[in-house]
């Protein structure tokens, strides 16, 4: 029997709403060093994975993907009350990513191509705007990605269960490549977004000799208007640059500035 004074495992949920669950599956094929974890942690709530879930309080509580319909946005809230910590995870929760896109298109013509029957989109089904997750509730922690790495997940909840304050790295993808040596593409006139998009990837597209695109999304406090003007210096046009922050950061493209319009 556990005696009283045992420390009590936290409880984790990992929920999703309008994504491509890629997010989720980073997790689960952690595998071996997921099963270790899970003697560490209560995990409440998987419905990708656990055919009960538990409703909250949840100590920790991981979302994936964005608001894009009014049920999207009354599970968001609810898991927000019932949560110590809600944590954006991927680039959907946290910029809006692909599904963002919708925002630069006719609605009209996106559900009529997405919806056959729009008699039901009332209620919960009822559309909303392609919001990351931040536009409607506190978030704790942000950690993008399309995907994003297992160590990030493992780091963050390594320091839960130290009862620190997790770090999330917020590096951008240059600071990769110079620690894997990777000549600087742009040197090479390539187009790479490194210098203004989160790392955390090990610079997996570089050291291919393929420049970043930004699937990370950019960092908070990135410099956009000089990083165009050194794209611009590299023979890249802006309309190019545009194309992918409106790919992966499209929710949030109204924040980034005037200068990349």
């Known amino acids: 029997m556990s005696s009283s004074s045992e420390k009590k495992k936290p409880r984790v949920a990992i ?7 890629g997010c989720q599956l980073v997790i689960y094929f952690i595998r071996d060093k997921l099963l270790e974890l899970l003697g560490e942690i209560d995990l409440v709530a998987a419905p990708m994975i656990k055919g009960k879930n538990e409703e909250g309080p949840y100590d920790i509580c991981f979302v994936e993907g964005l608001v894009a319909s009014q049920r999207d946005l009354e599970n968001l ?3 927000r009350e019932q949560s ?37 989109l009332t209620g919960e089904n009822t559309p909303l705007k392609p919001t990351p997750l931040e536009a409607h509730v506190r978030i704790d ?14 780091r963050m909840m390594q320091h839960f269960l130290m009862d620190m304050k997790p770090v999330v790295y917020n590096e951008p993808v240059c600071v990769e490549c ?14 790479c977004l490194g210098p203004m998009i989160r790392g955390g990837c090990d610079a997996l597209c570089p050291v291919v000799n393929h ?26 046009p ?15 493209f109204e924040e980034l500035g005037a200068d990349i319009r």
Request: charged share 30%.
């Open 84 to 120: 110590k910590f809600l944590v954006a995870w991927g680039t959907c929760a946290t910029h809006g990513n692909v599904p963002g896109i919708k925002i630069f298109m006719d609605e009209k013509q996106v559900e009529e191509a997405v919806y056959k029957d729009k008699s039901n």
């Open 141 to 154: 922690y942000r950690i993008s990605g399309c995907p994003p790495e297992e160590i990030e997940f493992l």
């Open 77 to 79: 809230k609810k898991w």
């Open 15 to 21: 929920h999703s709403i309008t994504g491509c669950a």
């Open 178 to 191: 110079t620690q894997r040596e990777i000549k600087c593409l742009l040197e090479d006139g390539k187009e």
């Open 238 to 252: 802006k309309e190019l640059v545009k194309q992918r922050l409106q790919k992966y950061a499209g929710a949030k």
């Open 211 to 236: 420049g970043c695109t930004g699937c990370h999304g950019p960092l908070e406090d990135a410099n956009i208007p000089q990083m165009l003007k050194l794209l611009k210096a590299n023979g890249i």
